[in-house]
């Protein structure tokens, strides 16, 4: 595992008091020494700081560093075990796949839960990446389900999630593109669907038809055309 972009977590950041009591010393510990910290007590950790990741959408930046943090330290501490056991990671996953499996309920609950989920997952795979700098592959995997369905009907018919479907493509679209181009070209797919639908609205179509230009122009945008494009998400 290499690392992603470089961070600094302070306390303050880490809002550890916002916790339940019972789970900040152990998130704390996993921070500074995972291996330190039992393996089923480790899962539990992966799944407080999911928890709040996308049940509190101004968090979920700050919970994929943290959980950036512990794999990379956990990967450190175990990668010449003979059988390692990544619970953190595994924890971390697991999770995940179980949320996306209920996201359909997630999303009737609150919408803004279901956007921040999958924010979340995009600031994993851009932060907790494989030995060759790679996004995890489960990971990623479970972004692209996620995107697919933002790209589609119901969830492109809504502006918060088109929104995001924008947000999260202009700036991670390079590195998902690279690490799983047929996963992209299936996404685009769907991305000219929504496009040519007569129900999706004009605001929608001029998000769909940037994010298809990136795209074909291999994920670079001039500035006079972001600036036009953030104006016309931003109406």
């Known amino acids: ?15 550890l008091e916002s916790y339940i009591p019972e789970a900040q010393p152990y998130i704390l510990q996993a921070l500074e020494d995972p291996k330190s910290v039992g393996r089923v007590i480790l899962i539990e950790v992966a799944n407080t ?4 990741a996308w049940e509190d959408k101004g968090y979920n930046g700050t919970a994929a560093k943290i959980c950036s943090q512990i794999c990379e330290k ?17 924890g971390l996953i697991h999770q ?24 979340f997952q995009a600031g994993l795979f851009d932060l907790v990446k494989d030995s060759t700098g790679s996004g995890l592959t489960t990971i990623t ?3 692209y389900d996620c995107l697919e369905d933002l790209a589609k009907p119901p969830c492109i018919h809504n502006s918060k999630e088109a929104v995001a479907l ?12 690279k690490d799983s181009p047929q996963r992209m070209q299936k996404l685009m797919v769907i991305l000219r669907e929504s496009f040519l639908s007569q129900k999706t609205n004009t605001k929608t179509r001029d998000i769909l038809l940037n994010i298809i230009e990136l795209n074909a122009g291999g994920w670079k945008m001039s500035s ?4 036009y494009y953030f104006n016309i998400i931003a109406l």
Not at 3 to 14: P, V
Not at 49 to 52: D, S
Not at 78 to 90: G, S
């Open 224 to 227: 006079a055309l972001e600036s």
């Open 141 to 143: 995997n479970i972004l």
């Open 166 to 177: 924008w947000t999260i493509l202009t700036s991670i679209g390079y590195n998902l593109s």
């Open 96 to 119: 995940l796949t179980l949320l996306y499996d209920d996201r359909e309920e997630m999303r009737a609950t609150n919408i803004d839960y279901w956007v921040s989920f999958v924010q």
């Open 74 to 90: 956990e990967f450190q501490a175990e990668k010449h075990d003979v059988i390692p056991t990544y619970a953190f990671r595994n």
């Open 1 to 15: 595992m290499t690392k992603g972009r470089q961070f600094e977590l302070t306390l303050s950041e880490i809002d």
């Open 49 to 52: 700081i999911v928890n709040r």
